[in-house]
């Protein structure tokens, strides 16, 4: 049926003005997507930088009612506040917030503040939790 790899090419028969175009379309969208990586990479935000814009959007306030865990989520802590609002946990403040401690953190702001049952007062920085991040 077929003689020998040379005759791959005989049946896909292409003008050079047809391969212009065929490149064109392939190549087109690869050197995009090459700009938008190497862009991103020495121009772009980093992990750390996006994680805390995105947190500096999220407002809430409330006594922990109850917690559990998510894991098929990286087994990560969640709170749930009596108002229902669920509060996914960083890993480094795990040990620091419980059942029963009131929470609240203020929109556009970068820190929770955490009210112990006994009145102690926690102030708990997303900048410092993540400058031990990699990047």
């Known amino acids: 049926m077929f003689g020998g790899i040379g005759d791959w090419g005989d049946w896909i028969i292409m003008s050079s ?13 690869l050197v995009l997507l090459f ?12 992990g750390k ?16 009612v109850s917690e559990y865990r998510e894991e ?3 087994n990560i802590k969640v709170v749930v506040l009596n108002d229902g609002y669920k509060y996914q946990m960083m890993g480094e403040w795990e040990d620091l917030i419980n059942v029963g401690d009131s929470i609240s953190k203020k929109k ?7 009210v112990k049952p006994d009145g102690e007062k926690l102030k708990l920085d997303y900048a410092e939790a993540v400058k031990k991040w990699r990047n």
């Open 17 to 29: 003005k047809d391969k212009k175009i065929f490149f064109s379309v392939l190549g087109f969208p």
């Open 35 to 46: 700009v938008f990586v190497t862009y991103n990479i020495f121009f772009g935000k980093s």
């Open 49 to 64: 930088e996006w994680f805390l814009k995105e947190e500096a959007k999220f407002f809430f306030k409330g006594k922990i």
């Open 72 to 74: 098929d989520n990286h």
């Open 108 to 114: 556009d702001s970068l820190y929770i503040i955490v």
